[in-house]
């Protein structure tokens, strides 16, 4: 293919929802399958939604995702910038040769007089559009308006009874008719330009070859196509991505789940199965596969196996892909999101070393399905139990027991160097054995106070993992506590 150009567009609103994801997920696969450029554009221009920090949230929900762009903020490709408040002169210049060439115009209208006439509109069951009120104000009226410095728009103006058709990659022929289409707005009162001008200068002076967008878009792109006739510009190739929809069929929405991507990143589900997940929600690649690395996805995307019917958000196929790449990930993978787990924890004071999370994630990884509910499930690998589970206590707390921890103590630190788990198993069953009681009784009060738990790896392990000091000290406070 020729060069390929693509962009992610988003409007910084705060977070990164996983339409957007997917959305930059799809222009990252066939830029990379191509050998394009993956362009990151932030549509910024609209002044009442701005929101503090926005930006970066979004850059480090891309990061997190693997998905790393080539041109964007501080990444310049010639192009920029990239931000699109830091284009307005770009975008008053072309909306002035639009007006010059017809093909816009200064609208005055007042808001009450637009409020009427949707109102009207309303009543006679007609689409609301504006009637071109402002088309034949004469160049004097204009200069007048002007002068006296009346609020105005700049309105495209589209024209009467023609046909706008387009080609879409996933959709095929794709056609409007212009009596569907409102003049829209191009540049506001406030001198901004509106989505459809800015974002189709950019898209020419970025030299994006392909538009890759939600279906959401399609209805704007007729104007957009008017546009890029009007400028006698070339027309990038659009692909519009199916819907993604709740279960019940209805638009994915907040009220059924979440939809940030860092909701899931803060539950802990990994960037690759979030990747995976998000890469099968309209497209497949002709088989039943459905497990992918992001390098495989690489290799088999393209667009014309996009689906264009909604794709529904189901949770447990994304569960499911979760457990399947948690399980599969490499020992040094696995060991990196821990450690940014516990960084991102209440344990981020202590430093632990390599071998000893190594230990803890082997006697961990057939119970959870993500590093970070290792810190949920058994803390007491990082800090202290606390306190003690009150069914555990009531169940294996005897009268005896105090005494039989104390002396169980005292063995274990006349132990010399612990070189294996069973070490700790020696000096157990010779107690229970002096004691004619059953191991049981020694077990769970000794897993009791070194966890605070009843449930968890082999207490032999977890002995071995936290060593022999902090057994003895575990078990001496748990002594005095419960
Ligand atoms: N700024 C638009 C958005 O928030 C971009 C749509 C497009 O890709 O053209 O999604």
Redesign the pocket.
Known sequence: MENIRVRF???PTGYLHVGGLRTALYNYLFAKRNNGKFILRI?DTDQSRYVEGAVENLINALKWSGLEFDEGPDKDGGFGPYFQSQRLDIYNKYAAELVEKKNAYYCFCTPERLTSLRDEQKNQNLQAKYDKHCLSLSEAQIKENLNAGIPYVIRLNVPIGEKVVFNDIIRNRVEFVTATIDDQVLIKSDGFPT?HLA?VIDDHLMEISH?I??EE?LSSTPKHVLLYNFFGWEIPQFAHLPLLLNPDKTKLSKRQGDVAVEDYRAKGYSPEALVNFVALLGWNAGDDKEFYYMDELIEKFSLDRVNNSGAVFDIQKLNWLNTEHFRKLPKDALLNHLKSDIANSEFNEKKYSDEYLLLVIDSMIERVTSTKEILEKSPYFFTEPISYEEESKTKNWKPETPELMSELAKRFSLLGEIKDKHDFEQPLKELAAEKEIGAGKLIHPLRLSVSGMSTGPGVYDILYIIGKEKTISRIEKAVKAI
């Open positions: 567009a988003p409007s549509e989505y974002n538009v967008r939600g878009w």
